[in-house]
């Protein structure tokens, strides 16, 4: 500081005459996340953290009391009845207040008007979003060493196995780390103090639902120890953490996005992470299509890629309709070599991009399954024989051609409700949010309104939901190699999508355009208007 | 030399309403600039751009020769800005305040430990360090906001409405602060709505209404602009309805009038004609017994440069 400072350092560098030093941390608190350490001590001296604490503990007391009242001497394996009580308490602490206070922090920034605050500081949203989290698990732990007395008398008392209270133990610390990061992305998502009111009641039952499920699941596994030393458990078990940690980073991607400045890159971290989830999807996918015996057969694979489809085109709809050119703060990292320019376009922001993007990553599931069902020698489910799958159908006819129409109705359901909507409604901000919605909800649209007019019409199918609209319907039906209606299918829903493709055109060679000038330097940064929000 | 602060066109829309229209105006490194308007009138807008809090729908900001376009990381590495509405974190204490922003701001060890001290010791903050900050009053945590803001030691602070709500006591207080950091070398763009006060602190001032700047000038340079057109009041000895007529016929002399045994006239010109003018009047016979233009203030350079428009 420029300001006379005029104090005497102390031995620790704070002066002589100040009546608090700031609070020590010691060599490696200096490197702790600033927000962790606010986060701790704030929670440290808060209510809600030292009341659920104490009330969580004091109610597992009360349990275990009444149970230990009852133990008798033919009590078979008492210590499963102790777990499932302070398990359920456990799953209590961490599993709801835990979330629940991370949503609440990041919420009272706004409230509290200390957001900006954080931004102007040095800190990154990374960092504020990072902080929270640990904050969060630190917390979580805490609730687990003081549980820890009640699940050693558990272990004490027989019958609760060690491996499978560690799975559960580590299962429950995963899912405590997992939800506090959604609940945190939930928080960042509106600023507006009654949207968040709703989301909080809504996380509320959710939080509930999830406390029942895993307190249900910890039970089972205890009671069932057998499962966990079954090979399957642990093929599934990665497969599965890795799917909830796919969606944890994609959470807070989200919530830094959100909380990063408008010029700033809001998109390319979300892309890579979609691109990193794809890949590791096909390498699973080719994991148990060759590993496992019997392999997995072809219809699990091809319908596990469709719901990849559907979860990439929600993801789609959000990318295809960011703004089309690059914020001032992302068009100078634009490589400057043209072919590199072009192989890194679908990664960057804009509308454009992100249809190219939403395009290349179809095809890559598409086809990555399809290679996958005729080079790992999967087959299909149709035929059962002893020595297992021995059916020799084509692909098409175990549900090869399912996927492809989930292909066409993907792209349906996504660029053609994102095309008209923004012919219509323009590109600010707020109309991209209603295009956004509407794409969302544009399959109900395409099942529902074929459905009304059968019934102002009297046709019976297409009143009962049976008609070239209904995706879910037409994936279905052609999944054994057989399409419901296929001239309505082709002269109606193809040229539709080609509709859709032709309508995101224009925006594809925006672009591109915009690529090329900023790679070869014609169009510098600070010309470049910004349009990102 | 780099200005400490350069407003270059900046406009900001908010959907119909443009909030502020083409502002340009720069601050050198030590000036205080009172940032003046109207509610309304763009100056929380300007101030949160160059914050790096907006973004400018055109035009550009820049702080020490930095754009905060970009490189608004960098930008906000060389400002402190103290918002109308600050926040203070519950469950905390003055010290622990100051500390994680000390750490937000990548001060580590010695150093964070002897910031922490020089802005306490600067805001005079010492008995309230172990206090909690909810139990503060206003004027203290207005302190510990700016305590907070000058822990990195910005080049540039910005302070909107920062005597806001604050005692008469504590205003002075304030007074004193933000000169000693004009005093120290850091420009400081503030916002009042106590003008008043603002004349008494600042070197400039910036008018802005209806999100366009009006006027941007050193205090003494428009005050006596505006003292050009000064209403003067002059009681005379004898007849006054002669004096009356004398002053009338005087150059730069407009509106004379008789009113309850003084003359008032308005005074088109400088402090040498007005000079001249008294002689001249001394000259022809008339006998003044007091010879004064009001005092020019801030609110008179406000309300000679706005016309209240409202948006």
Known sequence: ??????????????????????????????????????????????????????????????????????????????????????????????????????????????????????????????????????????????????????????????????????????????????????????????????????????????????????????????????????????????????????????????????????????????????????????????????????????????????????????????????????????????????????????????????????????????????????????????????????????????????????????????????????????????????????????????????????????????????????????????????????????????????????LALPSVFRALRETSRLSSGKETAAAAPSTEA | MTSALEVRGITKEFGATKAVDNVSFSLDAGEICGFIGPNGAGKTTTMRIVSTLELPDRGDVFVDGVSVLGSAREVRAKIGFMPDAYGAYSATTVMEYLDFFARAHGLRGRARAHTIASVIDFTALHPLATKNIDALSKGMKQRLCLAKTLLHDPKLLILDEPAAGLDPRARVELRELVSALGDSGKAVLLSSHILTELAEVCDSVAVIEAGKLQAKGRVDDMMRETRAHADVVCRVLGDAEAALRTIAEMPHVTGARLDQGNITFSFTSGDQERAQLLAELVRRGVQPLDFAARDTNLEDVFLSVTQGTLQ
């Open chain 1, 1 to 502: 500081m420029t300001m006379d400072p005029a104090a005497e350092l102390g031995a620790d560098g704070a002066p002589a005459s100040s009546p608090a030093a700031p609070p020590r941390s010691g060599f490696f608190g200096d490197f702790l996340n600033p927000v962790l350490v606010k986060e701790i001590r704030q929670s440290q001296r808060g209510k809600v953290f030292a009341i659920s604490l104490i009330v969580t503990v004091l109610l597992a007391l009360l349990a275990c009391t009444i149970m230990a009242l009852e133990i008798t001497d033919r009590t078979a394996q008492p210590g499963r009845d102790f777990f499932a009580a302070v398990y359920a308490f456990l799953c209590g602490a961490v599993l709801l207040v835990v979330p629940f206070q991370a949503f609440h922090a990041m919420g009272s920034e706004w409230d509290d008007h200390t957001f900006e605050m954080l931004v102007l500081s040095n800190l990154k949203p990374r960092q504020i979003v990072v902080g929270k989290i640990l904050a969060g698990f630190v917390q979580a732990l805490l609730f687990f060493a003081a549980f820890m007395p009640f699940l050693a008398v558990a272990f004490l008392l027989r019958g609760v196995d060690v491996l499978v209270l560690a799975v559960i133990l580590g299962l429950t610390a995963f899912a405590s780390l997992w939800l506090t990061t959604v609940s945190i992305m939930f928080s960042t998502l509106t600023r507006n103090r009654f949207l968040r009111v709703i989301m909080m009641v809504m996380l509320g039952g959710a939080l509930v639902g999830t406390i029942a499920a895993a307190s249900g699941l910890g039970n089972e596994l205890m009671r069932q120890p057998d499962q966990i030393t079954d090979w399957q458990f642990w093929l599934a078990m990665p497969q599965l953490l890795a799917v909830a940690t796919f969606g944890g980073f994609l959470a807070l991607f989200i919530s830094c996005n959100v909380l990063s400045h408008a010029e700033e890159n809001r998109s390319t971290n979300v892309r890579v992470l979609i691109s990193v989830g794809t890949l590791l999807f096909l390498i699973a996918m080719a994991v148990n299509a060759t590993v496992p015996t019997p392999r997995m057969p072809r219809e699990p694979l091809f319908g596990l890629t469709i719901f990849a489809m559907f979860g990439l085109a929600l993801a789609g709809v959000f990318l295809c309709t960011e703004p089309d050119r690059l914020g001032r703060r992302v068009a100078p990292t634009v490589p400057k070599s043209g072919v590199a320019a072009l192989l890194t376009l679908p990664w960057f922001p804009g509308r454009g991009r992100g249809v190219l993007f939403f395009l290349l990553h179809v095809a890559a599931l598409v086809v990555g399954a399809l290679c996958l069902a005729a080079f790992t020698g999967g087959r299909g489910m149709t035929i059962v024989g002893s020595s297992g799958y021995v059916d020799n159908d084509p692909i098409m006819n175990d549900g090869g051609l399912g996927l492809l129409v989930a292909a066409v109705y993907v792209l349906l359901y996504t660029l053609l409700p994102i095309g008209i909507c923004s012919l219509f409604l323009g590109t600010s901000d707020r109309s991209r949010k209603i295009v956004r919605v509407l794409a969302i909800l544009s399959p109900a649209f395409f099942i529902l309104a074929p459905a009304v007019l059968g019934l102002l019409i009297g046709s019976g199918p297409m009143r009962d939901m049976w008609h070239v609209g209904n995706g879910p319907l037409m994936i279905g039906e052609s999944f054994d190699g057989s399409l419901y209606d296929p001239e309505a299918f082709v002269f109606l829903i193809l040229p539709l999508v080609l509709v859709g493709l032709l």
